[in-house]
């Protein structure tokens, strides 16, 4: 069973920056893609950003603003939070997938204000 462990999270300011990490228990290879979303309190979970291989897609809300990469040296994917605003408050998650299922951490949370 892979397991995902995110970190990171904290309080921060509105402007401010953070970068989550997420630390699967198996080689970054053994998946094509891995994702962040986010839940906020009373809302439903919202996928944040994707990434395939180099290439990342990012919600409308948070582009030019959020970076997603992988450290393939370290094992490690990031999301770049940058220009954080208090509706960015929320859960982050990390998620990836291969033929053998979907994985899912247990989250960290972000908390912007002042």
């Known amino acids: 069973q892979v397991q995902l462990v995110e970190s990171g999270g904290g309080l921060v300011q509105p402007g401010g920056s953070l970068r989550l990490s997420c630390a699967p228990s198996?080689?970054?290879?053994?998946?094509?893609?891995a994702r962040w979303y986010r839940q906020a309190p009373g809302n439903e979970r919202e996928l944040v950003a994707t990434?395939?291989?180099?290439?990342?897609v990012y919600v409308d809300s948070v582009r030019g603003r959020f970076a997603i990469s992988r450290d393939i040296a370290k094992n490690m994917w990031y999301l770049q939070m940058s220009g954080l605003k208090p509706e960015d408050t929320a859960v982050y998650y990390c998620?990836?997938?291969?033929?053998?299922?979907?994985?899912w951490g247990k989250g960290t949370l972000v908390t912007v204000s002042s």
């Open positions: 198996t080689s970054i290879f053994d998946f094509t893609s």
């Open positions: 990434i395939t291989g180099g290439d990342a």
């Open positions: 998620n990836t997938n291969n033929f053998r299922g979907t994985y």
